[in-house]
């Protein structure tokens, strides 16, 4: 998502940053900052993941809340990293990100932000600082991350929107409830955004669409990363019908009548972006990548033979690691590069930023 990420169901007000504290000078070892899609400030260096692949800094007016919320990120940062690589089956490349009041806001509510669906001139991104609330930098992090995993592909338009808050949801354990968009969609009538793809990722109802739309594939039983693949490939042209063709074999004409009589068949309609339970299915082994399937044999194999041999805990951690060192790694797609826009691609909450269409007989233009 390169949105902010935002929500009706927000009432509170934010509290304001911290400002008039002194900016500590530089470090000597500090990297040269790059130019950042809105944030005009002093970037103050907080740190680099472990892997070196996420350089994260802090609006050091924010004072120590903004930075507790940076040094988390640092030290979450390769996690959501492996497991974005894992979603969408290539390794991203480096990112630089900076925690500041997005909007004024230091509760997450600002959303996040960046220029482009790439690593190559995407990689600045900015997230809202969340004071005494770590997990929602992560989660933000990872609405832009999944982005530039897409390549291109999705970028702007309603489907990728969908996924890159899906990518949020699950790799940062629903830490952006409050930023959901399928509640609204529902209450305004459910236009069919499964046969058409809304060329806007600011539309809450288009997105919302989308999130119903993959958490009623999770609940059949397809992972987000099957979902996330497919999706990448028909890129932008492509619709969430397409998707579901060629996940089920089915004629894409029935995507909608088949997902609107689930939806409708609700007990409680929709009240969340997961109303089908999507994210707590266990993913099939069928539906993700061999080297994957085959690395996590080796794993269960080695831990098995070491408690069969009566090995203590610390031997069984030093042979799994050897198991995943020498275990396939998943091989990047080589194609042509994907053409995409340089502009901001913010990921925002649908009570501030994101619009709905009020709807008669269809979305309205």
Known sequence: MSHPIRSSSISKKSPMPYRGMPVPPPRRDAPIPPQW??????????????????????????GQPGLTNAQDLVNDADRVVTANDTIFGTPGGPVTVIVFALGGNTDGTGGADHMSCDFVNGGAIEVCASFGDSARVSALFEAELSECSMGGNLCGVSTGEALSRWCASVIGNNALSDFATGPQWYQNGMPDYVDQTDPTDQDADSTGNGMVFISWLMSQGYSLG????????????????????????DSPSNAWPNFSAAVNGLINGVTSDDPFGGATQPAQLAHLAPWTVEMAGKVFATILT??????????????????????????????APA???TRSHRLVASGKAMQAHLHANGPAD
Do not use: N, W
């Open 306 to 335: 070491d408690i069969a041999a009566g090995k203590v805990p610390h031997q069984i951690v030093a042979s799994v690691r050897a198991a995943m060192i020498s275990a396939p790694k998943a091989k990047a797609s080589i194609g």
């Open 37 to 62: 899609p809105s944030y005009i400030g002093t970037s103050q260096f907080v740190g680099t993941s472990p892997s070196g692949k996420v350089t994260v800094y802090v609006d050091p007016t924010l």
């Open 226 to 249: 099957t979902i996330a693949q497919t999706m990448v490939s028909f890129e932008e042209a492509g619709t969430l019908a397409q998707v579901y063709a060629t996940l089920t074999g």
């Open 339 to 341: 053409v995409c826009s």
